[in-house]
């Protein structure tokens, strides 16, 4: 995989990451946890969403900028894209047992 398709695969799972975990803060399903991005979250969705973006591109382009220059960063790549993934897939497991729980909610 090169530098460029894994920044990108990066960006779009750090933006499900956020998108879940404002989702789940905004309804009191979750607490953020980095006292940083919590400031964020209680200044809007907008804030949050822009600083989050912000950080990942900007660590993104330090990725790709070294890319070539240090096996540490060629290393580093895919297992921030794999923690990124299994975060996603946590995410997408609680959205599942949400949607079951309100099923057996409404079925009563």
Same mark, same amino acid.
């Given at each position: @995989?090169? &530098? $460029?398709?894994?920044?990108?695969? %990066?960006?779009?799972?750090?933006?499900?990451?956020?998108?879940?975990?404002?989702?789940?803060?905004? !309804? &009191? %399903?979750? !607490?953020?946890?980095?006292?940083? @991005?919590?400031? *964020?979250?209680?200044? &809007?969705?907008?804030? *949050? $969403?822009?600083?989050?973006?912000? &950080?990942?591109?900007?660590?993104?382009?330090?990725?790709?900028?070294?890319?070539?220059?240090?096996?540490?960063?060629?290393?580093?790549?895919?297992?921030?894209?794999?923690?990124? $993934?299994?975060?996603?897939?946590? /995410? @997408?497991?609680?959205?599942? /047992?949400?949607?079951?729980?309100?099923? @057996?909610?409404?079925?009563?």
């Amino acid at each position: @995989m090169n &530098g $460029l398709t894994a920044a990108f695969i %990066l960006i779009g799972l750090n933006m499900f990451d956020a998108a879940f975990t404002y989702f789940f803060v905004s !309804t &009191g %399903l979750a !607490t953020e946890v980095n006292p940083v @991005m919590n400031f *964020f979250i209680s200044k &809007g969705m907008e804030w *949050f $969403l822009s600083i989050k973006l912000i &950080g990942v591109v900007i660590m993104t382009w330090i990725l790709i900028k070294y890319y070539s220059q240090y096996r540490s960063i060629r290393v580093a790549f895919p297992i921030l894209i794999l923690y990124y $993934l299994i975060i996603t897939v946590v /995410h @997408m497991a609680e959205v599942r /047992h949400m949607c079951i729980a309100l099923a @057996m909610l409404l079925e009563v």
